[in-house]
Nanobody, 121 residues
Framework: VQLQASGGGLVQAGGSLRLSCTAS????????LGWFRQAPGKEREFVAAIRWSAGSTYYADSVKGRFTISRDNAKNAVYLQMNSLKPEDTAVYYC???????????????WGQGTQVTVSS
């Protein structure tokens, strides 16, 4: 499974960005897709996850109500719509895929490269 993330950039606090992640390879290896982020000097943290087939979602408390994860089966893409961005959302964002089905698990087998999101105050 190959994952390609894009869409990062610089935005002012309160603004929005949409990240995209294009997936290729076996669909059975990507039953769930997730977004993670890692800020400088901090550990990588879970942001959101979605089941590829059912579309069910799960979010970290820190982004609930502001971020929305979605997928487009025809385009083999997963998106992360980020609204009401805060400076503390600044991080490198990664998409990941896994054959498992549990949305709460943060163990993922396949990882894409990151895309930088910077939110200025």
């Amino acid at each position: 499974v190959q994952l390609q993330a894009s869409g990062g950039g610089l935005v002012q606090a309160g603004g929005s960005l949409r990240l995209s992640c294009t997936a290729s390879g076996s669909i059975f290896s990507r039953n769930r897709l997730g977004w993670f982020r890692q800020a400088p000097g901090k550990e990588r943290e879970f942001v959101a996850a979605i089941r590829w087939s059912a579309g069910s979602t799960y979010y970290a408390d820190s982004v609930k109500g502001r971020f929305t994860i979605s997928r487009d089966n025809a385009k083999n893409a997963v998106y992360l719509q980020m609204n009401s961005l805060k400076p503390e959302d600044t991080a490198v964002y990664y998409c990941a895929a896994d054959p498992g089905h549990s949305l709460v698990s943060t163990w993922y087998t396949y990882w894409g490269q990151g895309t930088q999101v910077t939110v200025s105050s």
